[in-house]
């Protein structure tokens, strides 16, 4: 499997992004897509994961602010963010898991949210 992130970018506070994270190969083995970022000088966290039938969940810091969405055939997951905030800056990147291993990530892209 590999995984091809893109849609990071700088917006203002409370502006939007969405993140975008393709997958090829192996799609068929992927149980779970997840979102993860790493906020500078700090520990990668995660921010939400959706699974194949549809399930989501998020990190409390985001709930409500973004959505985690994927399309019908499984090989695009989205990462819809919505009043962003400057703590929110951070590098995100997409993985995802054959339960129970890590079987990709994605290259990662920079989220800067600065006035």
């Known amino acids: 499997v590999q995984l091809q992130a893109s849609g990071g970018g700088l917006v203002q506070p409370g502006g939007s992004l969405r993140l975008s994270c393709a997958a090829f190969g192996s799609i068929g083995t992927i149980d779970i897509m997840v979102w993860y970022r790493q906020p500078p000088g700090k520990q990668r966290e995660l921010v939400a994961g959706i699974t194949n039938d549809g399930s989501t969940n998020y990190a409390d810091s985001v709930k409500g602010r973004f959505t985690i969405s994927r399309d019908s055939a499984k090989n695009t997951v989205w990462l819809q963010m919505s009043s962003l905030k400057p703590e929110d800056t951070a590098v995100y990147y997409c993985?995802?898991?054959?339960?129970?291993?890590?079987?990709?990530w994605g290259q990662g892209t920079q989220v800067t949210v600065s006035s």
């Open positions: 993985s995802a898991l054959s339960v129970p291993r890590v079987v990709a």
